[in-house]
């Protein structure tokens, strides 16, 4: 029964399910306190290395970069090690843009839009902008004021409350929306932002122009 629900929502679907859950429900997270969402983002990470399973090569190399991270992460709260918080973050980016780039290959490898292509598509677009959260809240920590407007909290980003802010900033940048209520002020994190920003709308018409390519290249059935 478990693998007939697999092979039904497809590798993505519960990537994206966790993704979008941890979105919404982050105010209850936060209320748990850094357990919780470190809690959070554990299942993330092993959602995404789920996702890639298909070749053992990239699953080999999902390990090898979620494992240290998640070991050297949840030992950087205990001991509360800036060098340990520094190589763990660098660890989380790199697994999330790893595995946005795979999931991201056979999105636009695939000769047939399915289910599972779109749910893989938005799943790659969410990880980008937590993959860039990660990158704003560690040049804050050793670059502080690196970003202006946000909110002062009891722990360090990685704690609950501040994470939140940097997944928000990052979304935000990568949609345009632009509301001015966090804003970069260093030269690092305005180049960040606005390489973030050109990306993501080269996602969007890259995306919308292979699916249109793949709709338009089937043969017509009348």
Same mark, same amino acid.
């Not at 990239?58 to 494992?67: A, C, H, N, Q």
């Given at each position: 029964?478990?693998?007939?629900? $697999? ?42 290395? +789920? ?67 779109? +749910? ?9 902008? $937590?993959?860039?959260?990660? $990158? ?31 997944? +928000? ?9 632009? +509301?001015?209520? $966090? ?40």
């Amino acid at each position: 029964m478990l693998k007939r629900l $697999i092979d039904q929502f497809g590798n993505y679907s519960f990537l994206l399910i966790l993704l979008v859950l941890m979105l919404v429900l982050h105010p209850l997270l936060d209320f748990g306190g850094r357990e919780f969402v470190t809690v959070a983002f554990t299942l993330v990470f092993l959602a995404g290395l +789920y996702a890639v399973r298909g070749e053992r090569r990239t699953l080999v190399i999902g390990l090898i970069l979620v494992v240290p991270a998640l070991l050297i992460g949840w030992t950087s709260y205990a001991v509360e090690s800036r060098p340990l918080f520094a190589v763990s973050r660098g660890l989380e980016a790199l697994y999330l843009f790893y595995v946005t780039g795979v999931i991201l290959r056979h999105v636009m490898t695939e000769s047939k839009i399915t289910g599972d292509t779109i +749910y893989g598509a938005a799943a790659a677009y969410l990880m980008i902008g $937590i993959a860039f959260a990660t $990158i704003f809240g560690w040049l804050e920590v050793f670059s502080p004021g690196s970003l202006r407007g946000l909110t002062p909290s009891d722990g360090s980003w990685g704690a609950g409350h501040d994470l939140w802010q940097f997944v +928000y900033f990052s979304l935000v940048t990568m949609t345009t929306l632009g +509301y001015g209520d $966090i804003t970069p002020v260093s030269d690092e994190a305005r180049s960040l932002a606005t390489l973030e920003a050109v990306l993501g709308q080269f996602y969007v018409a890259v995306l919308v122009a292979r699916i249109v390519a793949i709709l338009t290249s089937r043969p017509r059935t009348d």
